[in-house]
Each structure stands twice: as C-alpha cells, then as structure tokens.
C-alpha cells in the first residue's frame, strides 16, 4: 500500500510495533505531524482489511487502538514506491478474557493473547510476508501459535494456520474465538480457571462477542434520535474501548440479549446443544 508521503521516514524498522500512544520509535515522539501520518496509515490499513474480510466497518483504526490496549505490528518494504517504502501489512494482537471450553466441555476462563486483525496487501498475499510478521510477533512475545486465541479467523488464515503452524484441530466453542488442541495443556493452571457451573443469578454464559460482530451490531442500530436510549447495542458498544472482550462476562445481560437477536447459526444451534447437556 502506497502512501503519499515517505514510509520510511516514518518508519524506521521493517516491522513496527504501535501501540496507544501511536509512537514509532523515538523519531515520532512529540510530533504531532508524524502521529497525525501514523493515524493516515492505520487508518487506511484498517479500512483495507476490513473490505478483505467483507466487514462492513474497519476494527482497527488509529482511535481504535488509542483506546485498547492492543498491539499492531506493521509491516513495510522500505524499497518499493521509488525508495518511498510500502505498507505490506499488519497484525493486531491483544488479551481478553474468554471464557471457553476444554475437549471435556468444562467451562475454562483464560486470559489469551488474541490475533483480532491480521491483512497482507492483496497483491502481495502468498509471497510469505504473512508468516514473516506473525513469526516476528511470536518471537516477540515468546510464544507459541497454539497458546493464542484465534477472533474468527478467516479461511485464508486457518489455511495460513494449518500450513504454517499445523494447528488443525479446533476446539468447539460456543463463542467466535477459535483455539486449537493444545491450547488448554499446554498452559498453567495459574493461566486457567475453572468457572463454576452455576452463578447466583443463573447459569454461565460463554459468550464472548468479538469486536467485528459489535461492529454488525452497532451498524443494525438505528441512527439517534430514532434508536430507544437504552439498546442492548448502544449499552454493548459503549462497552467497546476496554480491552477485555466485549459481553465476555458469563453473565453480561446486554450481551444476552444481543445473542437473542442474533440470526440462528451454527453456533447457537452448538450452544443449544451444550445447553441442553449441561440440563440434562
Ligand atoms: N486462499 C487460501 N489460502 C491462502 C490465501 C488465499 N487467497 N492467501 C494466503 N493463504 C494461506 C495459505 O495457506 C497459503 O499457503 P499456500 O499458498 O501454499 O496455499 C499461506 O496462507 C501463505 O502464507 P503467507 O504467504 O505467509 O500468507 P499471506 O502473506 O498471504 O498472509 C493472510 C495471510 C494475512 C491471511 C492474507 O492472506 C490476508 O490478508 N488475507 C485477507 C484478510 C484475512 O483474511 N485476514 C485474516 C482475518 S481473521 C483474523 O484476523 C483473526
């Protein structure tokens, strides 16, 4: 992705890390107009993968990421455009709290690192650039594919998954989040916590609702003044800017009733189906 002014400038390294405070390296710190190219830059990398994965609004923007505590690694080849450099891609990781299901369907609540947003410029797709960031990524957070948490990846990437990392075999879930077998021995039990099946105010519900479906969510919602004050959406997206996954608690109420009003899926059909083994 070209861009008209000089990637290089603006960034140093091949792969950066940004974070909130939209900084890449000492160059940009206290300089508003850097920042204000750094904010050009995310913003069109999230538009573009936004319409790569047919989302119908981006989920990483540069107020997106001043407001959560996630990371994006940003990928360029300083060559291209003239010597300019070109935005290749990027990879956005974050924590959140999920609350899963081991191979037994026992309720586990962990705290993964999340992939939430990954892209590679479609003319460059399958020439590895994909593999050099996420390895980056990995070798930066010393850790291994398996140990992460996958926000309803798309078939190009649970391909990318399997070839690259072997990772196959998916544990079912009843929320958007994919894991894979070895997620859950492969971890301390420090890292994990088994949720009591029953809470005082009713059963637990292991939900956690991915900001790309808060994002169809809040698009459903009718513009002000015509929207009711207090829609399940208006309160679920107003919960959008923390780090942890939106509606993730197991007993969050405006995500319940955001799950009522979605479409009946796969998913919900799986969730019916564990709900009813848990009654029986
Ligand atoms: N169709 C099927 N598989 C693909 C495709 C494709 N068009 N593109 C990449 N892959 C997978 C394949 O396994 C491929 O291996 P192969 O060519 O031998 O079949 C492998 O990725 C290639 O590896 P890389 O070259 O390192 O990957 P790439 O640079 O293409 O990056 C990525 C992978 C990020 C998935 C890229 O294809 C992309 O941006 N896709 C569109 C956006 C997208 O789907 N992002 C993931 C969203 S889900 C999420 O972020 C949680």
């Known amino acids: 992705m070209e861009f008209p002014f000089d990637i290089n400038q603006l960034f140093s390294e091949r792969v950066t890390i940004l974070d909130?405070?939209?900084?890449?390296?000492?160059?940009?710190?206290?300089?508003?107009?850097?920042?204000?190219?750094?904010?050009?830059?995310?913003?069109?990398?999230?538009?573009?993968?936004?319409?790569?994965?047919?989302?119908?609004?981006?989920?990483?923007?540069?107020?997106?990421?001043?407001?959560?505590?996630h990371q994006v690694y940003l990928l360029k080849d300083g060559e291209r455009n003239g010597g300019h450099g070109v935005v290749v891609g990027f990879l956005k990781v974050g924590c959140k709290k999920l609350f899963l299901l081991d191979r037994?369907?026992?309720?586990?609540?962990?705290?993964?690192?999340?992939?939430?947003?990954?892209?590679?410029?479609?003319?460059?797709?399958?020439?590895?650039?994909?593999?050099?960031?996420?390895?980056?990524?990995?070798?930066?957070?010393?850790?291994?594919?398996?140990?992460?948490?996958?926000?309803?990846p798309s078939i190009k990437f649970l391909s990318f998954l399997a070839k690259h990392y072997c990772l196959t075999q998916s544990v079912p879930q009843v929320n958007n989040f994919v894991v894979f077998e070895g997620f859950f021995p492969n971890r301390t039990a420090a890292q994990l916590r088994k949720v009591p099946l029953k809470k005082q105010d009713g059963e637990i519900k292991p939900y956690s609702l991915m900001e790309r479906e808060v994002i169809r969510q809040e698009q459903r919602a009718l513009p002000w003044p015509f929207a009711p004050p207090h829609t399940p959406q208006r309160s679920v997206s107003s919960q959008c800017s923390h780090s942890l996954s939106v509606g993730?608690?197991?007993?969050?109420?405006?995500?319940?009733?955001?799950?009522?009003?979605?479409?009946?899926?796969?998913?919900s059909t799986l969730a019916e189906r564990c709900r009813a083994r848990r009654t029986r």
């Open 248 to 267: 993730s608690s197991p007993s969050g109420a405006p995500l319940r009733a955001l799950r009522d009003n979605r479409d009946k899926s796969p998913q």
């Open 20 to 69: 909130h405070t939209l900084v890449a390296g000492r160059k940009s710190a206290g300089r508003p107009d850097l920042q204000a190219l750094i904010t050009t830059v995310i913003d069109e990398i999230g538009r573009a993968s936004a319409k790569a994965q047919q989302l119908t609004a981006p989920i990483t923007s540069a107020s997106k990421l001043q407001s959560q505590r």
């Open 104 to 152: 037994q369907g026992v309720h586990i609540e962990a705290e993964p690192l999340c992939v939430l947003d990954f892209y590679i410029a479609e003319n460059v797709q399958r020439h590895g650039y994909g593999l050099e960031l996420f390895d980056f990524m990995l070798q930066h957070k010393n850790l291994e594919p398996v140990l992460m948490a996958y926000d309803r």
